[in-house]
């Protein structure tokens, strides 16, 4: 394991749940998470991956738990909220990372298609974020990390409905935050850019390379560099910190170009 420039006990006795954990950068959300002393549980749709995720986690030392769960459902959240409550007897950090994305120009994307990515981005960040409200943050405060992107603060073709879904995700943090900050619940986003090996860079840039050699920092960030931010903002370093957005992207937004295609 790389040597990690937080305290390795930061998180000890607390429990998180990650959405969209079994794979990629919530995968590595969980790990940070939970090696930095926090019982972890991850959710998704697909039970194999979240088999096989929990088994590296274990492996790793972190005491890993599951639930199959498609955010887009309030009462499938809720049951697995009340799962790891019956697990680990608390649920200090929830990171909203479960997301969809396709590249489709507007004139190619259904009604539907702009709906799928809107319900699991934004709705389903609602529906953990509030489960989690009503069954244990809102008696005990806590830390919500949510998910979201730097590409809709200047658009992004191909990605209407990212964009849309992300600029409600932090909107949703502002509203939040306000509401429950007198529970001691903080709500905080990180903001991240294209990250080495994602699913999301797959399928959205490519080879992005090209994309992030124009960012200020000249380089890809690693999914370990979004998760370092995620732990700063659940721990207690972050105390003060509510409504707040942690762009993570090596100063992409401020530079990069519109489009994948675009001369730029
Ligand atoms: N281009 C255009 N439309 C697409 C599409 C694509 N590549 N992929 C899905 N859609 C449309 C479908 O056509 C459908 O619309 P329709 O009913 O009008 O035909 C709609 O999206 C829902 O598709 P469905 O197959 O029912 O999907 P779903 O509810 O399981 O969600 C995804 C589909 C693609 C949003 C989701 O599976 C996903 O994003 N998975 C990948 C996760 C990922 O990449 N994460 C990283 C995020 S950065």
Redesign the pocket.
């Known amino acids: 394991m790389r040597r990690s420039p937080f305290r390795p006990d930061l998180l000890q006795g607390k429990a998180a749940l990650v959405t969209?954990g079994a794979t990629?950068?919530g995968l590595e959300i969980a790990r940070v998470l939970g090696g930095h002393g926090a019982r972890v549980a991850i959710c998704s749709?697909k039970e194999d991956n979240l088999r096989a995720a929990v088994d590296t986690l274990r492996q790793e030392g972190i005491e890993a738990i599951y639930g199959v769960c498609d955010v887009?459902r309030h009462d499938e959240v809720t049951t697995v909220i009340d799962d790891v409550l019956r697990a680990f007897g608390r649920l200090d950090i929830v990171v909203n990372n479960?997301?969809?994305?396709?590249?489709?120009p507007i004139s190619?994307?259904?009604?539907?298609?702009?709906?799928?990515?809107v319900?699991?981005d934004l709705l389903g960040t609602f529906n953990v974020s509030k489960a989690a409200y009503d069954l244990w943050l809102r008696e005990h405060g806590g830390a919500v990390v949510n998910i979201s992107?730097a590409i809709q603060y200047r658009g992004m073709a191909l990605q209407a409905h990212?964009v849309s879904a992300k600029a409600g995700v932090d909107a949703l943090t502002r509203a939040s935050a306000i509401e429950w900050g007198s529970d001691g619940v903080r709500v905080n986003v990180v903001a991240p850019g294209a990250m080495s090996g994602?699913?999301?860079?797959?399928?959205?840039a490519g080879d992005n390379r090209q994309r992030t050699a124009r960012n200020p920092l000249q380089r890809p960030g690693s999914t370990t560099e979004v998760a370092d931010a995620v732990l700063f903002l659940a721990s207690d370093a972050a105390s003060y910190i509510t409504g707040a957005v942690l762009v993570v992207d090596g100063g992409g937004w401020l530079t990069a170009p519109g489009a994948p295609d675009s001369p730029g």
């Open positions: 969209g990629g950068l749709r887009r479960a997301a969809g994305n396709f590249p489709a190619e994307l259904s009604p539907n298609g702009f709906k799928a990515v319900d699991i992107a990212v994602t699913e999301g860079v797959k399928r959205v």
